[in-house]
C-alpha cells in the first residue's frame, strides 16, 4: 500500500511509535511497495544484532478487507514477540479500517454536497425563471457542471404535431440538429418516453437516422404531471469516462424540476400571448368605432417599439410600452361616434369633449392592478414637453418616458392618415412638422430617436411590420 494510498506517513509512523511504546517493543511496518515506516526505535537494530539480516525480521500480514495491505515487523523472535506482533497487527487492522470508513464517508459527504449544491442552485435559479430560452441555458450549464459532456441537446415536444425540435444544442453540433424534427413515436425516444426513466444508450443502439454519432449517451424524458414534454440528451464525457450510477441517479431526479421549470415558462407564455391577443382585440374594437382611424393602434404600437429598440430600452420595458400604445385611446370607447366621426372641424366643446379619453382610458384601466404603470402612461400621451398638453399639463421628464414616446408615434400616424376632415400628408412633410415641433410639442431627445427610425425606413414605417396599410 502506497503511503499516499489512505494514510500519510507520519499517520502510520505516529500509530507504529504508539504500539511500539504500548508494548514495549520496537515495531515496524511496511507496506507492499516496501516502504518502512518505524518510530525512532528501528527494530532492525535488535534484528542485526541478532541475525545480522533485516529480512528475517519477524513478520505478520496486515490486511484491510480481503486485501493485504503490508506486515508488521519486529527483532523479538521469541514467542512473547510473536504474541506482541500478532495483537499489533489486529490494532492495525482496525486503525487501517477505522480510517477507510472514515474516507468513504468524507467521498460519500462530498458527493451528497456536490448533489445538493446543484439541486439547490438549479432550483434557486428556475423557481423565478419565465423565459424558457433562459431557463434552457441554465439547465445545460449546471448538467454540464455536473457531468462534463461533449454535448448536449435539449428538444421540446409539440404536443399537437407529436414532433420533437430543438430547443438548445452545443454549438459544435448546431448546423447539423438546428432544424432537426423527430416523432416522439419514433425510436428510441417512444421508448424511454413510455418508461418515463433516464437511460443509457451506448454506440450503436441509437434510433437509425439520428444525426449526431456517440460512444455513450445519457437520454433523460422530461416529464411533469405525468406527461412527456421534451428530452435531453446528453453525450460522450469529456474524460472519456462511462456515466457513474450516481450521476444518473442526479440527473433523473433533477429531471422532474428542470421539466415543471419549463412547463411552467410555457404556460406563461400562452397566457402572455392570450393576453396580448386579448389587448389587440380590444384595441381593434377602438379602431373600429371609426372607420378612419382603423389599425391606429397597431401603427402607434410598431412605432412606440421602433422608437424604445432605438433608445435601447430593455425587452420587458418595451413589451409593457407597446401594450400602452395599443391601449392608449382606449378612453375613446366613451367618445360619442358623432363626434370622433364628424367631417370637419371641432367645436370648442365637442374638442373638450374629445380631450376627456386620456382621463375615461386611465378610469377604464383602473382597477387591474398589474397595469398601474400602462394606466398612467395613457393619462399622460396628451401632454406636451412644453406643458400646454392634456389634462394635466404636465413638463417635460415629470412625462414619464413611454407616455412621450407613444406621444410622438401617435402624432406621426394620424397625420399620416387620412382624417374625416383632411387626407393623408406626406411622411416627409409630416417629419417637417414635427421637426419644427421638436422641444416644444415634443421631447427632441425620443425625436431624435424616432427621426433615425424613420430615416432608415421612410415612408415604410408601419407597413413593413404589420401590413395594415
Ligand atoms: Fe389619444
Redesign the pocket.
Known amino acids: 500500500m502506497a503511503e499516499t494510498e489512505l494514510f500519510s506517513r507520519d499517520k502510520i509512523v505516529g500509530a507504529i511509535t504508539e504500539l511500539s511504546g504500548k508494548m514495549r517493543l520496537p515495531l515496524a511496518f511496511i507496506d507492499m511497495e516496501g516502504n518502512y515506516f518505524t518510530s525512532g526505535d528501528d527494530p532492525r537494530g535488535q534484528e542485526e544484532s541478532l541475525h545480522g539480516d533485516e529480512h528475517s525480521l519477524r513478520r505478520v500480514p496486515v490486511y484491510l478487507g480481503r486485501e493485504m495491505v503490508g506486515f508488521v515487523a519486529c527483532g523479538d523472535g521469541t514467542a512473547q514477540g510473536e504474541a506482541i506482533l500478532n495483537a499489533a497487527a489486529v490494532s492495525l487492522e482496525m486503525l487501517f479500517r477505522l480510517e477507510k470508513e472514515i474516507e468513504d464517508l468524507s467521498a460519500e459527504i462530498v458527493r451528497v454536497y456536490e448533489e445538493l449544491s446543484l439541486i439547490y442552485s438549479l432550483s434557486s435559479k428556475l423557481g423565478a425563471e419565465l423565459d424558457i430560452a433562459t431557463i434552457c441555458l441554465q439547465v445545460v450549464e449546471e448538467i454540464n457542471r455536473v457531468l462534463g459532456v461533449k454535448t448536449i441537446l435539449l428538444m421540446l415536444l409539440d404536443e399537437k404535431s407529436g414532433t420533437l425540435s430543438i430547443q438548445y444544442c452545443t454549438e459544435k453540433v448546431r448546423e447539423r440538429v438546428e432544424t432537426m424534427r423527430v416523432a416522439s413515436s419514433a425510436e428510441p425516444f417512444a421508448q424511454i418516453f413510455a418508461r418515463k426513466k433516464c437511460v443509457v444508450i451506448p454506440e450503436g443502439e441509437a434510433a437509425t437516422g439520428f444525426p449526431l454519432p456517440f460512444k455513450e449517451a445519457l437520454w433523460v424524458p422530461l416529464v411533469t404531471d405525468n406527461r412527456n414534454i421534451g428530452m435531453l440528451i446528453a453525450a460522450d464525457k469529456v474524460n472519456g469516462k462511462e456515466f457513474r450510477s450516481q450521476e444518473i441517479k442526479l440527473i433523473d431526479a433533477l429531471s422532474g424540476e428542470i421539466a415543471a421549470a419549463i412547463k411552467k415558462a410555457q404556460l406563461y407564455e400562452r397566457i402572455k400571448k392570450l393576453f396580448m391577443s386579448t389587448v389587440e382585440a380590444l384595441a381593434s374594437a377602438i379602431d373600429a368605432k371609426d372607420p378612419y382611424t382603423y389599425g391606429h393602434s397597431r401603427r402607434v404600437a410598431h412605432i412606440s417599439e421602433a422608437i424604445c429598440r432605438e433608445l435601447g430600452l430593455p425587452g420587458e420595458e418595451i413589451q409593457f410600452i407597446e401594450l400602452a400604445a395599443l391601449l392608449?385611446?382606449i378612453?375613446?370607447i366613451g367618445t360619442p361616434e358623432r363626434i370622433l366621426q364628424k367631417p370637419g372641424r371641432l367645436q370648442p366643446k365637442e374638442m373638450e369633449v374629445i380631450k376627456e379619453?386620456?382621463l375615461q382610458?386611465a378610469h377604464i384601466l383602473s382597477t387591474i392592478d398589474e397595469l398601474q404603470e400602462v394606466m398612467a402612461w395613457i393619462r399622460q400621451?396628451?401632454e406636451r414637453y412644453d406643458g400646454r398638453g392634456y389634462p394635466g399639463k404636465v413638463t417635460a421628464e415629470d412625462i414619464p418616458l413611454p407616455a412621450r414616446i407613444i406621444a410622438i408615434a401617435?402624432s406621426y400616424d394620424a397625420m399620416t392618415s387620412d382624417r374625416p376632415y383632411r387626407k393623408a400628408m406626406n411622411p416627409g412633410k409630416v417629419m417637417d412638422i414635427m421637426d419644427d415641433l421638436a422641444g416644444s410639442q415634443f421631447d427632441p431627445h425620443v425625436f431624435k430617436a424616432f427621426k433615425s427610425v424613420f430615416l432608415r425606413r421612410g415612408a415604410r414605417m408601419t407597413c413593413e411590420e404589420d401590413g395594415v396599410r
Open positions: 392608449h385611446d378612453g375613446k379619453h386620456p382610458g400621451h396628451h401617435d
